[in-house]
């Protein structure tokens, strides 16, 4: 496992309703690791509570990372933890970035972008101008105060390759979703992130015109995850120890339970931290983040998240 960065806090700005934009630098002032458009980085907020970030900024720059952080006011405490009580000067740890979400090679791009889901698509629209790619943002938003960096993005040089949305515009003004996936060159790959509501939109839309599934690709700002189920039973084969999941609990707290931490950064299943490799049994996923092949081979799970269908599972701690 690579070490924790330590970053400090250089700048925090409202840069729309409910959102805060935070630079961080590494604390000794060298350059940070490089990362690749879509990348996202966790940061450890405090004892048991770390949230994933995307990197908003331009992967070029070397010396900062950019993230955006909404305020969930139904959240579990990361958001207004980082709202409130993180403050300029501070040094907090994080992984180095990781990439779920990388652009692929193709023809053109398109990306959809709903609410703070904007961060990583932004940081891919900046790459992609500078590789001089041929690419069109969709950014779709409640309201124009509550869509961030909108002046960034209609004063990029790629100014001409944004199209902004909201709720409160009139119909003729909205995203025409069918008109975007009629009117794609073949071997366009599409890419949306957003809250799951919105993902499933673009992509069963995308799946009325006959596209390569393949080509979409999505990350989900935030889930709704039901982990509710009826108990069953875990045994985990390298500890040689059994614990019951009980109706209301998750796997992860399960085995906080006997005193197993096991390395969790959403809780939600949507950025892959907990997964975990499944000896015998077969998981109800309840997950966002394995591919469907993945959840069909019954050989992984996400633990903060997925349950069983089996009355046991084996798992490989
Ligand atoms: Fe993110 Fe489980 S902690 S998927």
């Given at each position: 496992m690579?070490?924790?960065l330590s970053l400090r806090v250089i700048s925090k700005l409202r840069v729309a309703e409910h959102i805060i934009a935070i630079d961080l630098v590494s604390e000794d002032g060298e350059d940070l690791p490089v990362y690749e458009p879509g990348s996202h980085i966790d940061l450890h907020l405090a004892p048991g509570l770390s949230r994933c970030y995307s990197l908003y900024g331009r992967n070029s720059e070397r010396n900062v990372y950019r993230i955006a952080v909404l305020r969930e006011h139904e959240g579990r405490g990361g958001s207004r933890h980082i709202h409130d009580q993180l403050s300029l000067g501070d040094v907090i740890s994080a992984t180095p970035p990781r990439n779920n979400f990388p652009l692929h090679t193709a023809p053109h791009h398109v990306m959809f972008a709903g609410g703070i889901g904007i961060t990583p698509v932004l940081s891919m629209a900046w790459s992609l101008w500078e590789r001089r790619e041929s690419f069109h943002l969709?950014?779709?938003?409640?309201?124009?105060?509550r869509m961030a960096f909108r002046g960034e993005l209609t004063t990029a040089p790629f100014a001409s390759n944004v199209s902004l949305y909201t709720n409160d515009a009139a119909p003729?003004?909205?995203?025409?979703i069918n008109g975007?996936?009629?009117d794609t060159p073949p071997g366009t790959h599409f890419y949306t992130c957003g809250p799951t509501?919105?993902?499933d939109w673009v992509e069963k839309n995308g799946a009325l015109y006959n596209l390569d599934s393949a080509h979409f690709h999505h990350e989900h700002f935030a889930a709704e995850i039901d982990t509710k189920g009826d108990e069953f039973e875990v045994f985990l084969a390298r500890s040689k120890l059994t614990v019951n999941v009980h109706e209301n609990e998750t796997i992860a707290s399960a085995l906080l339970r006997i005193g197993l931490e096991i390395p969790?950064?959403?809780?939600q299943g949507v950025c892959?931290?907990?997964i975990t490799t499944v000896l015998e049994g077969?998981?109800?996923?309840r997950d966002q983040y394995l591919m469907d092949s993945e959840k069909k081979s019954n050989s992984l799970m996400t633990l903060c998240c997925s349950r069983a269908v089996s009355k046991r599972l084996t798992l490989d701690i």
């Open positions: 690579k070490s924790l969709h950014y779709c938003g409640r309201s124009l105060d003729s003004e909205q995203l025409d975007v996936f009629s509501g919105f993902i969790i950064s959403c809780a892959g931290t907990c077969i998981p109800d996923h």
